[in-house]
């Protein structure tokens, strides 16, 4: 008997291939015309060239999105610095710098001032120790926002764009537990990593065809109203639909916007192709090719301006930033309003288990209790973890 996957996000893509290479045989419905969720590609005719409707850094600390990727035969298809190096922009003093991790697992980077976070002292890293035995109602800012430099400079951006929730109100356990997997394993497992091309180029079309290949029978704009009791089942929608289609489950309710702005602009990408914001609109921007692409992390707090207001706030960081002419080019602002869960104590206290009341149906999502916030790492684990879960009852 097929197993059927509702959603074809990263959750679903990482759930059928994970199912397929162990001889079952999947059918994939994904509602959409095409697959890939929030982390996809696609032609934006105003700007003529494809676009990612977001921007995702990547760690080489995360584990299962390579071992996906490598599944697919696309792990050559992101680029990157080779070295754990961050370059960072501090946009209230104008100041460039860069964080410089050693590759072996003893930080001995935190010991050379030239490495290191400017400004900051060695005593200050011995207070993330903190973060290891934070709780869930622990918070971001109440745990580590009084470690001066530091917190502003390195922990507060990796906070807003990780947990992708404003860090006075966000869960310091999701953001351990990324920092054990990467940061605190060494900075070979902190290589920045992202599509050389884009999201759909790297993990989208090639894990499809990889599944055609295989016998998967893959359905786009296949909504599923109702489950089947009797049919094995993995739900990779979004919990909104989950909770539609699974009466009296407890799932996230509350969530956080991001917004992606893409602008028409070609700028030396320098030796690593992406740059870190302190002290202004955005986190993180991309150089990728002629477009310019900048992330708003925990962005419901720009719900209600404009589209050019925004882009005219974020441009005049880009042009101080980068010596560019103060006449915003031409640009497309995307906006995910509910791009992930809240991660706040109360809504990870809603984040279900894969397994669930029903022994035909498991959950996956970003927003299932992986342990990690809402991430392209945590999509892929779940959806592994559903995967799993059907092979071992058999």
Known sequence: MSIQIIGAGLAGLAAACALTERGEHVVLHEAAKAAGGR?????DPQLNCRIDNGNHLLLSGNRATMAFLSRIGMRDSLAGPATPVFPFVDLESGAHWKLRMNAGRLPWWIFSASMRVPGTRLRDYFSLLKLRSAGADDLVENLVGNIGP???????PLAVSALNTPP??????????????????????????????????????????????????????????????????????????????????????EFEAICNLHFKCRIDPGGAGFWGFVGGTAEWAFAKGDILSVTVSAANRYNDVENAVLA???????????????????????????????????????????????????????????????????????????????????
């Not at 906006?335 to 809603?350: G, V």
């Open 150 to 156: 530091l917190y502003r400079n390195l922990l507060e």
């Open 312 to 394: 005219a706030k974020v441009w005049a960081d880009l042009a101080a930033a980068f010596a560019l002419p103060p006449e915003i080019p031409e640009h497309r602002v995307v906006r995910e309003k509910r791009a992930t869960f809240a991660a706040t104590p109360a809504q990870l206290a809603r984040r279900p288990k894969t397994r669930t009341a029903h022994k035909n149906l498991m959950l996956a999502g970003d927003w299932t209790d992986t342990g990690l916030p809402a991430t392209i790492e945590g999509a892929i684990r779940s959806g592994n973890a559903a995967a799993l879960a059907f092979l071992a009852d058999k």
């Open 39 to 43: 982390a996809r590609s696609y032609f």
């Open 168 to 253: 006075e109100i966000a869960s310091a356990l999701p953001l351990a537990a990324v920092l054990a997997e990467t940061i605190e394993r060494g900075g070979a497992a902190t290589i920045p990593r992202f599509p050389k091309i884009g999201l759909s180029e790297s993990f989208v079309d090639p894990a499809l065809a990889w599944l055609t290949a295989r016998g998967a029978d893959i359905r786009l704009g296949s909504r599923v109203a109702e489950i089947d009791p009797a049919q094995k089942t993995i739900l990779a929608a979004p919990p909104w639909i989950a909770a539609e289609l699974v009466p009296g489950l407890i799932a996230p309710d």
